[in-house]
């Protein structure tokens, strides 16, 4: 049994410093790490494409010495690696741009201004705005990565059965 998480590459994190500048200049200094989940995940019926967390104080001890900061990561970010390697940089843009929705900067908070908030609807109204020219993408996306998911699974069941053959 193996690890559920990896390492993203370079191209991954900067796409999401992309993103964090051009639309959430609240988060400038917030330090994000973002995962792959080499795991299919559902929630409600639904496919999981990402999702955002924010740290508790021992995953932000535990990231210290990663995050290069005596207070480790604010956010972690998790994405579907099956998902993410099999679309285009548009829908990988929108999957990073509505996670970053999620957070919340406060500052007025008195210990850690970076916190969550959930879906004002069943997305966010600035996400149907900006996503107008692809309304379902969410929709496209999950779809396409259970396909995959499933033609694996179908991919393994044929190869056990020509090693029973064998």
């Known amino acids: 049994m193996g690890l559920r998480?990896?390492?993203?590459?370079?191209?991954?994190?900067?796409?999401?410093?992309?993103?964090k500048a051009?639309?959430?200049p609240e988060l400038k200094n917030a330090k994000i790490k973002v995962l792959f989940d080499l795991k299919k995940r559902k929630s409600g019926g639904m496919m999981v494409l990402a999702r955002i967390m924010k740290t508790n104080d021992l995953l932000r001890?535990?990231?210290?010495?990663?995050a290069g900061d005596i207070e480790g990561y604010d956010y972690i970010i998790t994405i579907d690696k099956l998902c993410w390697n099999n679309i285009k940089r548009v829908d990988?843009?929108?999957?990073?741009r509505h996670e970053l929705r999620h957070t919340l900067f406060d500052l007025e908070s008195e210990d850690n201004p970076y916190k969550?908030?959930?879906?004002?609807?069943t997305d966010f109204y600035e996400e149907i705005e900006l996503n107008k020219d692809d309304p379902r993408w969410r929709e496209r996306?999950?779809?396409?990565?259970?396909?995959?998911?499933?033609?694996?699974?179908e991919l393994r069941k044929k190869k056990g059965k020509k090693k029973e053959t064998l």
């Open 61 to 66: 001890h535990l990231t210290i010495e990663d």
């Open 141 to 153: 996306l999950s779809t396409l990565t259970a396909d995959i998911y499933e033609q694996q699974k």
């Open 92 to 96: 990988r843009e929108r999957i990073l």
């Open 116 to 121: 969550l908030r959930d879906h004002t609807i």
């Open 5 to 19: 998480y990896e390492e993203v590459d370079d191209e991954v994190v900067s796409l999401l410093r992309e993103t």
């Open 22 to 24: 051009k639309y959430f």
